[in-house]
Each structure stands twice: as C-alpha cells, then as structure tokens.
C-alpha cells in the first residue's frame, strides 16, 4: 500500500511538478518518491505499481511520461489514458528486472 499522501510525498509530488515545468525529469527523481511510499521489504512488483501510481498522480497534475527523441520533436509524450500510461511505466519496470535510472523507461515533463 502507498501513501503519497504523507506530507513529505506531497511537497515532494510539488517539486516534481514544479521542476517539470522547467525541465524534463528522469527517473532518478521519481523512483526514491516512490520508495519511501512503500515499506522497505516492498518487493519489485509493489515498487513498480508504487511508480505507476506516482506516475497517475504526476499525470493528474499536467505531467507527462514520455520519450526523448533526437527528431525534430525532442519530447515525445507517451499516447493512452492516465492508467494506461502508468501501467506502461510499471510494466517497463518489471520488464527491466530492477528500478530504473535517469534515462531508461521514461522522461517527464509539461507539454
């Protein structure tokens, strides 16, 4: 179970926003967020849905999860529904076999 609604979470949660406003965010940034939501002996399944649901809270305040590209659009946003886009995000972790750092999965930012 997590809680982002701890007051550490949240004003975590608001820096990311605010952050993402000005920059794109890696996973470095997101993924101690999530760990502290979940209790120490989570396993990677329970890490990964706790990323996911940082992910829709993200999303819910006008941040997006997507990829960085070389074209001409540098920030790709990832198409799908809020729920969609964080199951993604948590499949891509399972399938990574561990937590992501900055530049694997997904970048975040505001369109």
Do not use: C, K, N
């Not at 990964?48 to 001409?72: N, Q």
């Not at 992501?100 to 970048?107: C, I, K, L, Q, Y």
């Amino acid at each position: 179970m997590t809680d982002f609604d701890a007051p550490q979470q949240r004003a975590d949660l608001d820096y990311i926003v605010r952050e993402a406003r000005r920059e794109w965010i890696g996973m470095s940034t997101l993924v101690p967020i999530a760990l502290d939501a979940v209790s120490a002996d989570a396993s990677l399944d329970e890490q990964a849905r706790a990323l996911a649901e940082l992910t829709g809270l993200l999303i819910g305040h006008g941040v997006v999860p997507g990829d960085l590209t070389a074209g001409p659009d540098s920030f790709v946003p990832w198409p799908g529904t809020r729920d969609e886009r964080a199951e993604r995000l948590a499949g891509a972790v399972r399938d990574l076999g561990r937590l992501p750092v900055t530049g694997e999965v997904a970048w975040f930012t505001t369109p």
